[in-house]
């Protein structure tokens, strides 16, 4: 059974261009979350998807963010016009339900760089 | 609002033990314990849900007690393989599942 999976690893933009990072959950799981992780900090809730809704954005930027969870293909999480404090890690987890012992499974991340 | 964590680093011998205290200034329902090495994903450690309970998981445990708001992962025996940064995530309703993590605690493990 495959972990979450997120693509790309890395991420190089200029300012001003526009990031989209793409997270695979487990199989079985249809509950994803995106965390933004800044260098020597905790990880910063960012939004709660489940398939083709969004469940909870309280922790994402009104401009320039959205996210995605169609009902077929990955989760997207797009940043437009990034600016250079989006430099950051980008880590997607997924669960199967939203019981309390279900633990959230973190995929690899994305370290998103911007120039 | 952000648990606090303390302390913020550690350094330990092989073998030696850590207390890792995860604080909230507001009620609980359960909390979750990650472990994150230097550019990897954090690691699922164990969940603890509201009721005081106490979890292990080889020769590392934890207990979390509500009427304190707080919980604490306790690591006997340190390895090597123990090393890295440590994360309490903390869920504040049922079903909310919205993970508000603390700052973290950096364990070192030295030979």
């Known amino acids: 059974n495959a972990g979450v999976m997120q693509n790309p690893r890395h991420l190089v933009r200029r300012r001003g261009q526009e990031a989209r990072l793409r997270c695979s959950p487990m199989?079985?799981?249809?509950?994803v979350y995106w965390y933004r992780q800044l260098p020597e900090e905790g990880l910063k809730f960012m939004v709660y998807?489940?398939?083709?809704?969004?469940?909870?954005e309280s922790g994402m930027p009104k401009e320039r963010f959205s996210a995605e969870f169609p009902k077929e293909g990955p989760s997207i999480l797009r940043i437009q016009q990034v600016v250079r404090g989006d430099s950051a890690a980008y880590f997607c987890?997924?669960?199967?339900?939203?019981?309390?012992?279900?633990?959230?499974?973190f995929g690899p991340g994305t370290r998103l760089t911007v120039l | 609002q952000q648990p606090v964590q303390s302390p913020q680093a550690v350094i330990l011998r092989e073998g030696e033990d850590a207390v890792i205290n995860c604080s909230s200034s507001?009620?609980?329902?359960?909390v979750h314990w990650y472990r994150q090495k230097h550019g990897e994903a954090p690691v699922f450690l164990m969940i603890?849900?509201?009721?005081?309970e106490q979890k292990g998981h080889e020769k590392i445990s934890a207990s979390f007690n509500e009427k304190k708001q707080q919980s604490s992962l306790y690591l006997t025996a340190s390895q090597l393989s123990y090393s890295g940064t440590y994360f309490c995530?903390?869920?504040?309703?049922?079903?909310?599942?919205?993970?508000?993590f603390g700052q973290g605690t950096r364990l070192t493990i030295n030979p």
């Open positions: 998807l489940q398939k083709e809704n969004i469940i909870d």
């Open positions: 995530g903390t869920e504040k309703a049922q079903g909310a599942q919205k993970l508000v």
């Open positions: 507001k009620a609980l329902y359960s």
């Open positions: 199989k079985g799981h249809s509950h």
């Open positions: 603890l849900l509201k009721g005081g």
């Open positions: 987890a997924s669960s199967p339900s939203i019981r309390a012992s279900d633990t959230q499974y």
